[in-house]
């Protein structure tokens, strides 16, 4: 299985301020047409998770710009620009270029 | 957009069947999948299906217990759970995945004597 690892797992963030999640894959995520399966989830308390960034940067329809993915191969990072209050919570990546799916272990944001 | 059903309290060994209902994007367009997230854990990919249930697809561990099927003139998906065990508890969330991502509200099932 492709394993994804996240780091860091606690992330405490100053309203305002940026915040950068790293996600590490275990296999290459560049499929034989040359697509990056790679998301980005953001799951509030009690909610259920939502998806942020697909193919590694393509952000989803009503997210707002201060989210942004970007990596490649086996590496890649979320950054939220600005942080605001409603941004806490666990970020997890997905990967689906391989079976099984796997998730990362999660991020916790929370504010300082 | 995804509403469930089905969850519940069962036995160790007995059967549970999940269902999702889609509406406000094209069902019949989308893999269907099924996620689960234990008590206190992460999210766990457990099966999907293809837009014409031509492939299915499940994780190792629930492989010949679990299966999966969708009837896109109900826009509807279904997860048959057997032989379920205690490491089955957690919430499952039915997913479509496509152009945008859509999440149902999470059914807790639990699996306990």
């Given at each position: 299985?492709?394993?994804l690892t996240q780091s860091p797992l606690s992330l405490p963030v100053t309203l305002g301020q940026s915040a950068s999640i790293s996600c590490r894959s275990s296999q290459s995520l560049i499929t034989s047409d040359g697509n990056t399966l790679l998301a980005w989830f953001h799951q509030r308390p009690g909610q259920s998770p939502r998806r942020l960034i697909d193919l590694v940067s393509k952000g989803d329809s009503g997210v707002p710009d201060r989210f942004s993915g970007s990596g490649s191969g086996t590496d890649f990072t979320l950054k939220i620009s600005r942080v605001e209050a409603?941004?806490?919570g666990l970020y997890y990546c997905m990967q689906y270029t391989h079976w099984p799916h796997t998730f990362g272990q999660?991020?916790?944001?929370?504010?300082k | 957009q995804l509403v469930g059903s089905g969850g519940g309290l069962v036995q160790p060994?007995?059967?549970?069947?999940?269902?999702?209902a889609g509406s406000g994007f094209t069902f019949n367009k989308y893999w269907m999948n099924w996620v689960r997230q234990a008590p206190g854990k992460g999210l766990e990919w457990v099966a999907n299906i293809n837009?014409?249930?031509t492939t299915r697809r499940f994780v190792d561990s629930v492989k010949g217990r679990f299966t999966v099927s969708r009837d896109n003139a109900k826009n509807s998906l279904y997860l048959q759970m057997n032989r379920l065990t205690v490491e089955d508890t957690a919430v499952y969330y039915c997913l479509a995945w496509g152009d945008g991502a859509y999440?149902?509200?999470g059914m807790l099932v639990t699996v306990s004597s």
């Open positions: 299985d492709a394993v409603e941004d806490v999660g991020t916790k944001l929370e504010i | 060994g007995e059967s549970l069947r999940l269902s999702c837009p014409d249930a999440w149902g509200q």
